[in-house]
């Protein structure tokens, strides 16, 4: 293992006993009780609650999915989802947070099916049924794709094997989850936004300083044919490195369906559960600032990523991408 492979490696581990430290750190709360374990004692602060919905919610797709759209078709695919998924997350914050919460303290609910169960008075418990099947299933799914993205960054840094790398990623995230609870969840997923938004902003600082500068890199996505426009995108030649096609018209109904991605934010259980454990409703409106505020930053600069490292690519630093 040379010098390189060793310092990643080191950097890793220590990450990941942070991590499972925080777990450790809360174990003894979160086994006091369901409510502990489940939604933290309703403690969680502004910033946490915030953070940690965010980081929680964009996983993956933020650092990999969202810079490789931009890089891909340019500004207009990334920029509407962008505009979409801000959209979302303030109204979400603006309409749901408060109705939740207070409800969800009134009928003592710690979970979102519990919490329509005891909404709507149910004796059978076929709401809660449903909505705890609908949360298994597609939650099983979006699990998977952070376990995969998770494991495909370890083989990648490391080197190692697909499977063993999911295998890990899987036990670690275990570890510091059943240890602690939702509060380790919790404050890990807002070290994690700290880190993202921090890794997010380094990476656009080498990328701008590599693509020579800001009106260089501009220069050189302008000249790509719909790149650098909302309202048509980009078109690469398959199997030809740094050959575009003519623009594509991005149009009306486009538009729309980048936008509708932040309908999804109204039932996203990693967000809405932040709504029912944060500490006093009051706290409600300077989380929904921050998590917009979030948002916006570290989607702008992944986009921002996309763009100068297609510039890049134009000029001969990554000659085998599309």
């Keep these: ?83 979409g998924l801000a959209l979302g997350t303030y109204l979400n914050f603006l309409i749901v947070s408060k109705r939740l919460r207070r409800y969800s303290v009134a009928v003592d609910a710690f979970t979102l099916p519990d919490f329509f169960s005891r909404r709507f008075a149910e004796k059978k418990k076929v709401i809660m049924f449903l909505a705890s099947c609908v949360i298994v299933l597609f939650f099983s799914i979006y699990a998977a794709q952070c376990l995969s993205a998770c494991a495909k960054l370890f083989a990648n840094i490391f080197g190692a094997s697909y499977k063993g790398a999911l295998v890990v990623s899987a036990v670690f995230v275990l570890a510091y989850t059943f240890l602690g609870g939702f509060l380790a969840e919790s404050v890990a997923d807002f070290v994690q936004a700290i880190i993202m938004v921090s890794v997010l902003v380094l990476v656009m600082a080498v990328l701008t300083v590599n693509a020579g500068g800001i009106s260089s890199m501009i220069s050189k996505a302008r000249s790509i044919p719909g790149f650098f426009s909302l309202v048509s995108a980009s078109s690469p030649a398959e199997g030809v490195a740094g050959t575009f096609g003519a623009a594509k018209p991005f149009g009306f109904f486009d538009i729309i369906s980048m936008m509708a991605w932040g309908l999804g934010y109204f039932g996203v259980p990693q967000v809405l559960i932040r709504f029912m454990a944060i500490r006093t409703e009051g706290e409600l409106k300077l989380s929904r600032r921050v998590a917009v505020s979030w948002v916006v930053v570290s989607m702008l600069t992944a986009i921002f990523i996309g763009i100068a490292g297609r510039s890049i690519a134009s000029i001969g630093y990554a000659s085998n991408a599309a």
Aim: glycine share 14%; with cysteine.
């Design 1 to 83: 293992m040379n010098n390189a492979a060793l310092q990643k490696l080191i950097a890793m581990i220590i990450y990941m006993a942070g991590i499972i430290g925080i777990g450790v750190y809360f174990a003894k709360k979160a086994a006091k009780n369901s409510e502990n374990f489940f939604i933290g004692g309703r403690s969680l602060g502004p910033w946490v609650a915030a953070f940690s919905a965010e980081a929680s919610d964009m996983s993956g797709y933020l650092l990999m999915g969202l810079p490789g759209l931009a890089y891909w078709t340019g500004l207009a695919e990334a920029g509407w989802t962008c505009i």
